[in-house]
């Protein structure tokens, strides 16, 4: 069955330093992957997608993410981490066990950026 | 920027009463979806609608589940008989043509029953 793990309840990182949270996947064949931020009573918000093509996709507010086939990862990343990064940030797939657009989630991961 | 909206923000209701989420998806879009979130726990989907009937829906969309956009601009969700368990975020999104683009949600309905 497709799914998706994020290993990280939370990532705590200080500001201007470099952030990762870190998501697999497992499914057959090639997904297509998502990352969403959710900002407290916010809805979720897009951040960037991998559909095919270049493994390395840029996204909103200078997030990028790596499609890496053979670890079945999909890590999202920022050079230099803000404050207002804070949130609970999900990786998602699709596309794969039915053609609907169907989201499967993983169980979030709580980024931290302190001063 | 073009949203989607959903009312009520907070629903409370008794144990066995049905009550009806609704949203606005944004105005072009086709393909809409509503997710859940029980505390704590990950988003899951529940639903897919296109083209006016259901393409796909989950096992916890059960009988006492429906969908329906009434009056085309309107995307409701109704739980005819409410359970302590359905107690949680509900979350509308939708995408432009094309379902595999990235979905756009709603800030949610947090359903408590009691």
């Known amino acids: 069955a497709q799914s998706v793990a994020q290993p990280e309840d939370q990532v705590n990182v200080a500001e201007g330093n470099p952030l990762t949270v870190k998501c697999t996947y497992s499914?057959?064949?090639?997904?297509?992957l998502f990352w969403y931020v959710q900002y407290p009573n916010r809805g979720l918000q897009f951040l960037l997608k991998?559909?095919?093509?270049?493994?390395l996709v840029k996204g909103s507010y200078g997030f990028e993410a790596e499609f890496n086939k053979s670890q079945t990862s999909f890590h999202l990343k920022k050079p230099s981490a803000l404050v207002s990064d804070s949130a609970l940030y999900f990786c998602a797939s699709s596309g794969l066990s039915s053609n609907t657009g169907k989201l499967i989630f993983g169980q979030g991961t709580t980024l931290q950026v302190k001063p | 920027e073009p949203e989607v909206t959903q009312t009520p923000s907070h629903q409370v209701t008794q144990m066995g009463q049905e009550v009806i989420l609704r949203c606005v998806p944004i105005s072009n879009h086709l393909y809409f979806y509503w997710y859940r979130q029980i505390l704590g726990q990950k988003v899951e989907f529940l639903v897919s609608?296109?083209?006016?009937?259901?393409?796909?829906k989950s096992e916890i969309f059960d009988d006492q589940f429906s969908v329906e956009r009434p009056d085309g601009s309107n995307f409701t969700l109704k739980i005819r008989s409410t359970k302590l368990e359905d107690s949680a975020m509900y979350f509308c999104?939708?995408?432009?043509?094309?379902?595999?683009?990235?979905?756009?949600f709603g800030p949610g309905t947090r359903l408590t029953v009691l």
């Open positions: 499914v057959s064949g090639n997904p297509y």
């Open positions: 991998y559909i095919t093509g270049d493994n």
């Open positions: 609608f296109y083209n006016n009937e259901i393409s796909e």
């Open positions: 999104a939708s995408t432009r043509p094309g379902p595999l683009g990235e979905q756009f």
